[in-house]
């Protein structure tokens, strides 16, 4: 019995690893900007970007399908890089999302 759990056990976590490391389940990081330029505001861990799943319902359903089975290994891991790097530390990767002009192209243009 404990050797059925444990082979499912280590399945399991073979298999997020798996789906992590294949980027079908993908860290997310957002970040706030103050005084002290951008901090980390949050961690969370999601489905990648399945397309249109109008285009390939089975793709867009398994996408579906592995957020709900993974949700908790999922979870363990957005408080393990809430240990790892706490909000309000400083924003670790650069000024990427700037374009060339300075702007955040995420922001509305003003004339």
């Not at 393990?80 to 243009?109: N, V």
């Amino acid at each position: 019995m404990w050797a059925a759990f444990s082979l499912a056990a280590v399945l399991y976590a073979g298999s997020y690893l798996y789906l992590r490391g294949n980027r079908v389940i993908v860290h997310t990081a957002g970040f706030a900007t103050g005084a002290e330029g951008r901090v980390i505001a949050g961690h969370g861990m999601r489905t990648g970007d399945p397309g249109i799943p109008l285009l390939n319902p089975r793709h867009g359903f398994g996408m579906l399908f592995v957020g709900l089975v993974f949700f908790p290994l999922a979870d363990i891991e957005a408080v393990l890089w809430y240990t790892i790097k706490p909000t309000g530390t400083p924003w670790p990767y650069g000024e990427s999302l700037l374009d060339q002009s300075g702007q955040d192209p995420t922001s509305e243009a003003s004339d």
